[in-house]
C-alpha cells in the first residue's frame, strides 16, 4: 500500500485555490519563469512529447512544489517542466498525474490543473492512454476527446458550484488539431474509477449511453480546469479494445507497450498541434 503523506489539501478547511496559488509560485520561483500560456498533462503513452516541444528551461520534482503528491510508487518521481516553444510560448508539462483511483481525493487529482491555471495557462491539453470501443479504431491509434461521461459519480467543484460543461472539449482546440492531421477521429471518454480494467459488460453499458473511449482519467481534471476558465484539448491514445471488443485479456503490460509503439508517432503529433495553439 502507498504512504499517505500528509498533504495541505487534506484539510478541508484550506481553500485549494489558495494551494494552487502557492504551489503557481513555488514552479515560478523554481522555474524563473513567472507566466505560462499552455499547460499540458502527459498520460500513459504521450511522455516523449515534452522532448520535441521547445527547449527545457526547467525540470522540477512535483515533490518540491506545494500540494503534489508523493509518487503512488516509491523511486518514480513526477516532474513539472517548463517549456519554451521555438516561437516563444511557455508551456508547462505534467508528468505527474494523481489518479482518482489512488484514494487521495479529488482536490489532490485536480490541483496540477488548478496549479497550471494559476501559473497563467489558458489552454490545458489533457493526453491519457485508454481502451476504444469503436471497432474501427486500432491500438496506437490518438484519438480527440469530443466530450466526457464521468462515472466516477464525484466531481472537483466545492460547494454549490455550477459550472457549464457545454462544449467542455474546445471544438476550436479540436478544430485546430486537424490542420496537423485531419484523419484524426474523435469520440466521448468515459472515465470509471479503476484500477481495475473494465468487464465486458461495463464496456458494452459505456457504448449504450454513448462512450467510445474507456479510462481512469481527465474527466474530473477537466472539469476543474473549465472551473478555472482554460480551454481544453483532450487527447486519447487508443492502447488497446476496451474489454470484450478485443477478443482476447487485458494486460498492463500491453497498454504499456502500445504506448511505446505510438510514441514516436503521437509525439510529434502532440508537439505540432502545441506549435499551432
Ligand atoms: N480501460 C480503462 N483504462 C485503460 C484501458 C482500458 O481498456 N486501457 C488503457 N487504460
Known amino acids: 500500500m502507498p504512504v499517505n503523506h500528509s498533504n495541505p489539501l487534506d484539510d478541508p478547511s484550506v481553500n485549494p485555490f489558495e494551494i494552487a496559488a502557492t504551489a503557481a509560485a513555488d514552479i515560478a520561483r523554481l522555474s524563473g519563469v513567472d507566466k505560462h500560456d ?15 516541444i521547445g527547449e527545457t528551461v526547467a525540470t522540477i520534482p512535483a515533490t518540491e512544489v506545494t500540494g503534489f503528491s508523493k509518487p503512488a510508487l516509491e523511486g518514480h518521481v513526477g516532474t513539472l517542466r517548463s517549456i519554451r516553444t521555438p516561437d516563444g510560448k511557455n508551456v508547462l508539462v505534467i508528468g505527474a498525474r ?57 466531481s472537483p467543484l466545492e460547494g454549490a458550484t455550477f459550472v457549464d460543461l457545454t462544449d467542455l472539449y474546445s471544438k476550436r482546440l479540436r478544430d485546430i ?3 496537423i492531421d485531419p484523419t484524426l477521429d474523435e469520440g466521448v471518454y468515459t472515465q470509471f474509477r479503476g484500477p481495475h480494467y473494465e468487464t465486458p459488460a461495463e464496456v458494452q ?32 491514445l487508443i492502447t488497446n479494445l476496451a474489454a470484450g ?22 509525439t510529434k503529433l502532440l508537439a505540432r498541434v502545441i506549435e499551432a495553439l
Do not use: C
Not at 112 to 135: C, F
Not at 217 to 234: H, V
Open 38 to 52: 499552455i499547460a499540458l498533462t502527459l498520460g500513459s503513452g504521450w511522455g516523449k512529447a515534452a522532448d520535441i
Open 98 to 154: 494523481t489518479h482518482y483511483y489512488e484514494d487521495h481525493g479529488v482536490r489532490r487529482v485536480v490541483h496540477s490543473v488548478r496549479t497550471a491555471a494559476a501559473t497563467g495557462a489558458k489552454i490545458m491539453v489533457l493526453t491519457n492512454g485508454a481502451g476504444g470501443i469503436r471497432e474501427t479504431w486500432k491500438p496506437g491509434q490518438p484519438v480527440l476527446i469530443s466530450d466526457h461521461i464521468n462515472l466516477t459519480a464525484d
Open 177 to 179: 488539431a486537424r490542420t
Open 205 to 236: 453499458m459505456a457504448k449504450i449511453i454513448g462512450g467510445h473511449i474507456v479510462g481512469m482519467s481527465t474527466a474530473l481534471e477537466a472539469i476543474a480546469a473549465r472551473e478555472a476558465g482554460m480551454e481544453i484539448l483532450g487527447f486519447s
Open 245 to 266: 471488443i478485443q477478443q482476447t485479456p487485458l494486460s498492463h503490460a500491453e497498454v504499456i507497450e502500445a504506448g511505446q509503439h505510438a510514441e514516436p508517432v503521437i
